[in-house]
C-alpha cells in the first residue's frame, strides 16, 4: 500500500525556517517524480515545486522561487522542502504527492495519482 | 504565469448533470485533470488525461476536453458527490503545475 506521511509543520515567525518532511513507503520511491502541493486556510490547492527521481531537476512556482527548496533522499525514501524567510501567505497546509508522468499520444502528461494528508505550517507572529 | 480558470459555484438537484468547466491556454496541448476534495480530507483523483476514469471512481464522472476548455461532467449527481473539484494542468513547457481556482459542487 502506498503510503505519503508529512511531517515538521507548525507555527513559526515571519521571516524563519522550516523544513518539511515526507516518509514514502510502498512503492519504489526512487522511480518517481515528486511533488508538494500547499492549501492555504480556505482557500483552492497550489502546486509549490517538484524533484525528477535523481534529484537533477527541480521546478518551483514563482512565489517560492529563491526562499524554498525541495530535495530527496533516496536511500531515505524521503522526500523534503526546506522553507526558508517564511511570509504570512505561506500558511497553509503542505501535501506530499507522489507524481506520474505519462506520454499518451505524443503527449506528455503529468498529474498526482497518492497524496499525504498534510502537515500545517503557520506562520505568525 | 499561467492559470486555469473554473466558476467558484456550481448548484444541481440530486439526479441531475452537473458540469463544472475548466479553461487555459495551454489545454488544447496538454492534458487536463480533474480532483475531488471533500471537507479535511485530501484531494481524490477522479478524471486523468481529460476523459479516463481511475479505477474505484464511479461510472457517473466523465470528462471531456476541446480547444481551451476542459469540463467535468457528473451524470445523476448524488448527495455524496458535493465537494470541492479541481482541475489540474502544467503550462506549457510542461515544468510548472498549475490547479485551476476550484468550484464548490453543492447537491441539494
Known amino acids: 500500500e502506498v503510503q505519503l506521511v508529512e511531517s515538521g509543520g507548525g507555527l513559526v515567525q515571519p521571516g524563519g525556517s522550516l523544513r518539511l518532511s515526507c516518509a514514502a513507503s510502498g512503492f519504489t520511491f526512487s522511480s518517481y517524480w515528486m511533488s508538494w502541493v500547499r492549501q492555504a486556510p480556505g482557500k483552492g490547492l497550489e502546486w509549490v515545486a517538484n524533484?525528477?527521481?535523481?534529484?537533477?531537476?527541480?521546478y518551483y512556482v514563482d512565489s517560492v522561487k529563491g526562499r524554498f527548496t525541495i530535495s530527496r533522499d533516496n536511500a531515505k525514501n524521503s522526500l523534503y522542502l526546506q522553507m526558508n524567510s517564511l511570509r504570512a501567505e505561506d500558511t497553509a497546509v503542505y501535501y506530499c504527492?507522489?507524481?506520474?508522468?505519462?506520454?499518451?499520444?505524443?503527449?506528455?502528461?503529468?498529474?498526482?495519482?497518492?497524496w499525504g494528508q498534510g502537515t500545517l505550517v503557520t506562520v505568525s507572529s | 504565469s499561467y492559470e486555469l480558470t473554473q466558476p467558484p459555484s456550481v448548484s444541481v438537484s440530486p439526479g441531475q448533470t452537473a458540469r463544472i468547466t475548466c479553461s487555459g491556454d495551454?489545454?488544447?496541448?496538454?492534458?487536463a485533470y480533474w480532483y475531488q476534495q471533500k471537507s479535511g480530507q485530501a484531494p481524490v483523483l477522479v478524471i486523468y488525461e481529460d476523459s479516463k476514469r481511475p479505477s474505484g471512481i464511479p461510472e457517473r464522472f466523465s470528462g471531456s476536453s476541446s480547444g481551451t476548455m476542459a469540463t467535468l461532467t457528473i451524470s445523476g449527481a448524488q448527495v455524496e458527490d458535493e465537494a470541492d473539484y479541481y482541475c489540474?494542468?502544467?503550462?506549457?513547457?510542461?515544468?510548472?503545475?498549475?490547479f485551476g481556482g476550484g468550484t464548490k459542487l453543492t447537491v441539494l
Open positions: 524533484i525528477k527521481q535523481d534529484g537533477s531537476e527541480k
Open positions: 495551454a489545454l488544447p496541448k496538454k492534458y
Open positions: 489540474y494542468s502544467t503550462d506549457s513547457s510542461g515544468n510548472h503545475g498549475v
Open positions: 504527492a507522489r507524481q506520474r508522468i505519462t506520454m499518451v499520444r505524443g503527449v506528455i502528461g503529468s498529474y498526482f495519482d497518492y
